[in-house]
């Protein structure tokens, strides 16, 4: 069955640094795509990045990259030089089959919650 | 109005209320779902409509009832409601029926519902 973990509850991290953001997942398909969305206290998800499992680099997006390393099942989010802006809820989710479908089910991860300090 | 907006933004209501949450989409979008978040849970898939037909539900108590009369309109009917369904309530698009490599979800600002 399809799974998304992310192991880190809450993360600190100062102002102007790199932060990782931990997502593993788990599939037996071999087509899967992979996202990030960002949670602010408001309430609203704001998709971050997509990665596609037959993509052959790294997603990048602005600040965000994804580290993608597929042979450990791992999707980590990279932020770059952190803003306070960034701090949020950060959901890791999953979606079977690369070209989506009728359906394109999502599962989610039960997020990191990020502080970015001055 | 651009992207995905809900209406009301926030929602108390008793136990014996009927209220209805309304989404609607810019985007040209064909598939609209309703999700549900509550507090430490991982968001839960509620329904999935494809071009006006629901297409999932997952396994959603009959006291909420969506509503899809057009590809931009949503709605989720709410009746006898639970102190446990208290929770964030968001509606997402997206492109839907595997015409793009990457059929991205986007999502409102959420409805946050109270039930006394």
């Known amino acids: 069955a399809q799974k998304i973990t992310q192991t880190q509850p809450g993360m600190f991290v100062q102002e102007k640094e790199a932060v990782t953001l931990d997502c593993t997942y788990d599939t037996s398909d071999p087509s899967y795509g992979l996202f990030w969305y960002k949670q602010p206290s408001s309430g609203e998800m704001i998709f971050l990045i997509y990665?596609?499992?037959?993509?052959?680099q790294n997603a990048t997006e602005g600040r965000y990259s994804l580290n993608f390393q597929k042979a450990r099942k791992s999707a980590n989010l990279v932020i770059s030089a952190s803003q306070l802006g960034d701090s949020a809820m950060y959901f890791c989710?999953?979606?079977?089959?690369?070209?989506?479908?009728?359906?394109?089910?999502?599962?989610f991860g039960t997020g990191t919650l990020l502080a970015v300090q001055p | 109005e651009t992207g995905v907006t809900q209406t009301p933004r926030h929602l108390v209501m008793g136990m014996t209320n009927k209220k209805s949450l309304k989404c609607e989409q810019h985007l040209g979008h064909n598939a609209m779902y309703w999700y549900k978040q509550s507090a430490k849970k991982p968001l839960e898939l509620m329904f999935v409509y494809s071009l006006e037909e629901r297409v999932e539900n997952n396994s959603v108590p009959s006291r909420f009832s969506p509503e899809c009369p057009n590809s931009s309109h949503l709605f989720l009917h709410l009746h006898t409601l639970q102190p446990e369904d208290s929770a964030l309530y968001l509606c997402?698009?997206?492109?839907?029926?595997?015409?793009?490599?990457?059929?991205?979800?986007?999502f409102g600002p959420g409805t946050r519902l109270t039930v006394l």
């Open positions: 989710a999953m979606r079977e089959g690369q070209y989506g479908g009728a359906t394109n089910k999502l599962i």
């Open positions: 990665q596609g499992s037959y993509d052959q």
């Open positions: 997402a698009s997206s492109q839907g029926g595997g015409t793009a490599a990457r059929d991205t979800q986007y």
